[in-house]
């Protein structure tokens, strides 16, 4: 039988019996989740003194656990989403990814203290670590759009800049009552925003749950004065605050984001952000709220330190930034899926992790003619290899996006058909073409300019590559010969000679034959290590060196590994292929006799005809963070989310999830039998 009072230390500190008197507790998964996870043993029954009652802020079930807690003496437990929950709002069923869990209040009460006003008025709220953390998530939060509920239109347009913003919120709202406001405080801030700008428009943002149907909000947008429109588009609160000249809320959560945006909003109620200085307030606040907050002290306190985050690729609490991973990947999945597509000439095998992969907001159907396809305008996605005119023609009204894996793929080859974690999708090019740009150039260039503190998450993507020991196909054996103490080692890799990296971005030098002696020309003293291309030597693609040309390496690394390859390499000298990334991301010096996308931003000894258009210098971080983090999508093959980085490496390094594919290796080796036929093979 179960003892009252504390039980098992639990992640954040004893484990507590945790009573409720709502079904959603019951039912909500997540929520369920979360709480065992920080500690709360759910039951139902009647409580002790020691123990818990918890409920749903102040929703309308909260009084049955209010009335059980107080006859019992237990302690009351008020939960609620955190301020970074979901896609969707919570009335469409989408779970959240954090709760915060008060034991002295809720922060949306003004009336009386909550864990977060605490924390806000006594943490000392001056660590430099944790505050360059806060600035980083607001950083983070304004680059990819992301709010309370994050399912907003980035390429929608704000009003002409100049207007006024007012929030909408839905009615009888508990955050409105208890923020010391009633449904009249929305007209007071109507007409008070007028009153200040007599001159400007007033745009009304209505709520997302107002617009989805779930409940009114307090603006009838045929009872509106002159000059004042309402906005219930998906638009991002982002945007909306970029053309605003002042902010006006009665007690939004998106108040605390206009402030997070540079804006000190007009508030008509006490929010949790009112009080501290950086905002106007037109309601008197707490006399508990003394102290002036900068921004990146009110995001530690209310983004950080107050929520109870959780990470749902690995099932466990998490931080804040495990949050931000998860958003910035399920939104841009969504933001860029939800119209749907249709895919050209994709193989069999590809489609079911396409579906997975690219099909979980729209319909993506697939197409062996562009022709053939729908005339619905989705876009056309088409594996970057197999792009023809006839293709561009066709699409020449919609957008054709060119895909390709990603850098970081499979424990596995791809001619072996094991399946991608990662791949890109390319509006522009695709990133082994120099003849024309790509989205990865562009990505580049704009990583250039990042400050370091936004580069801090490549620095240890880097570090975790680097001891994982991580390549783009993560093969292992092989054997190295005894390396010379006074002899330079370079490594060479060799290339699928008709790939079409080499026919597009290889220059004069283009065949591995004439790789090696280029590299024995230039290094006529080194140790030359030449390793062929994984699926030239299984047998699945064009490329096997000449035997005349084989003396030109002091060792073939048949069957090894690129990681191990790369432990003993002083230098790689490469045409085209990702190993001279993989090198650089380990700080070893590369050559390129071609136009890799890493050659031509400084970082490499360029003897190849790079584009000039690659005129940025960026930092190693900054290229990582183009090519690892923001180009590539990833999709976590355990939970089947949209995933980031982090997770994609944490999988390869695991084996968690990641698909082999063994029943496929017939019909590889009946492609590589095939590999003459190229045009029916070629990716």
Same mark, same amino acid.
């Given at each position: 039988? $179960? ?130 953390? /806060? ?11 992301? #709010?309370?509920?994050?399912?907003? $239109? ?81 638009? #991002? ?129 697939? /197409?062996?003619?562009?022709?053939? #396809? *729908? ?62 740009? #790509? ?28 001891? /994982? ?92 590994? /690129?990681? *191990? ?56 971080? *900054? ?61």
């Amino acid at each position: 039988m $179960d003892q009252p009072g504390n039980m098992d230390e639990g992640p954040t500190g004893p484990r507590r019996r945790a009573f409720h008197f709502n079904a959603g507790f019951l039912t909500n998964t997540r929520v369920r989740r979360i709480l065992t996870l920080a500690g709360h043993d759910l039951k139902i029954g009647k409580p002790g003194a020691e123990d818990d009652v918890v409920v749903w802020g102040h929703s309308p079930y909260a009084p049955r656990g209010e009335t059980a807690a107080e006859a019992s003496g237990a302690h009351l437990v008020r939960v609620e989403d955190a301020f970074l929950r979901s896609l969707h709002p919570g009335r469409s069923g989408e779970p959240p990814l954090g709760l915060v869990i008060d034991r002295k209040g809720i922060y949306f009460d003004a009336t009386t203290p909550s864990d977060l006003e605490h924390l806000l008025c006594t943490h000392p709220l001056d660590d430099t670590a944790l505050l360059n953390r /806060a600035r980083d998530v607001i950083a983070r939060m304004a680059a990819a759009q992301l #709010s309370k509920y994050s399912a907003n $239109d980035p390429v929608l347009a704000p009003p002409a800049p100049g207007y006024v913003l007012l929030i909408d919120q839905t009615r009888e709202d508990a955050s409105i009552r208890l923020g010391q406001a009633t449904r009249d405080s929305f007209a007071e801030a109507l007409t008070w925003a007028r009153e200040d700008h007599p001159d400007a428009r007033i745009v009304i943002k209505t709520h997302p749950e107002t617009r989805d149907g779930h409940r009114p909000g307090h603006f009838d947008a045929d009872a509106l004065p002159p000059n004042v429109t309402l906005d219930d588009r998906p638009i #991002s609160l982002w945007r909306m605050f970029e053309g605003a000249r002042a902010v006006y809320t009665v007690t939004s959560q998106a108040g605390f984001e206009a402030i997070l945006a540079g804006h000190r909003p007009v508030t008509f109620g006490v929010p949790f952000y009112a009080g501290w200085g950086l905002s106007d307030d037109r309601r008197p606040t707490p006399a508990r709220r003394q102290r002036t907050l900068t921004r990146a002290q009110l995001a530690a306190g209310a983004l950080i330190l107050y929520p109870t985050w959780y990470d749902p690729y690995r099932d466990c609490l998490g931080e804040v930034e495990d949050v931000l991973g998860a958003l910035e990947a399920q939104v841009r999945s969504w933001r860029e899926d939800r119209a749907g597509y249709v895919a050209l000439g994709m193989r069999s095998w590809k489609k079911g992790h396409l579906k997975a992969g690219f099909g979980r907001h729209g319909r993506l159907d697939f /197409a062996d003619e562009p022709t053939k #396809s *729908a005339t619905d305008g989705r876009p056309v996605m088409v594996w970057a290899g197999r792009e023809t005119a006839e293709i561009r023609q066709a699409c020449a009204n919609r957008p054709l996006l060119r895909m390709e894996d990603g850098f970081l793929r499979s424990r596995g080859l791809g001619a072996n058909l094991v399946p991608p974690l990662s791949l890109v999708l390319d509006d522009l090019g695709i990133y082994y073409d120099p003849t024309r740009e #790509s989205r990865l150039e562009h990505l580049i260039t704009e990583a250039a300019d990042l400050p370091a503190a936004r580069l801090d998450r490549a620095e240890k993507l880097i570090q975790s590559l680097r001891r /994982a020991g991580l390549t783009k196909y993560n093969l292992t054996g092989g054997t190295l010969p005894e390396l010379p103490d006074d002899r330079p080692v370079i490594v060479v890799p060799g290339q699928v000679e008709d790939d079409a990296s080499i026919r597009l971005g290889a220059g004069d030098v283009n065949t591995n034959e004439e790789l090696l002696r280029t590299t024995r020309r230039l290094n006529p003293q080194a140790f030359i290590i030449y390793k062929p291309h994984p699926d030239v030597e299984a047998g699945l693609r064009i490329g096997h060196l000449p035997d005349s040309a084989r003396a030109l390496a002091d060792h073939i690394a048949e069957d090894t590994g /690129a990681e *191990a390859l790369l432990a003993c390499a002083d230098r790689v000298v490469t045409m085209t292929s990702a190993m001279g990334f993989e090198a650089l991301i380990r700080g070893i010096p590369v050559t390129t006799l071609g136009a890799p996308f890493y050659a031509g931003w400084g970082l490499t000894t360029d003897l190849g005809p790079v584009p000039k258009r690659r005129m940025a210098r960026p930092r190693l971080a *900054a290229l990582v963070h183009a090519a690892l983090i923001t180009y590539p999508r990833y999709t976590d093959p355990v939970t089947g989310l949209a995933c980031p980085v982090e997770i994609a490496v944490e999988r390869l390094v695991t084996g968690d999830g990641v698909p082999r594919k063994p029943s496929l290796r017939v019909l590889a080796k009946l492609q590589g039998w095939l590999a003459g036929q190229s045009w029916i093979w070629r990716r």
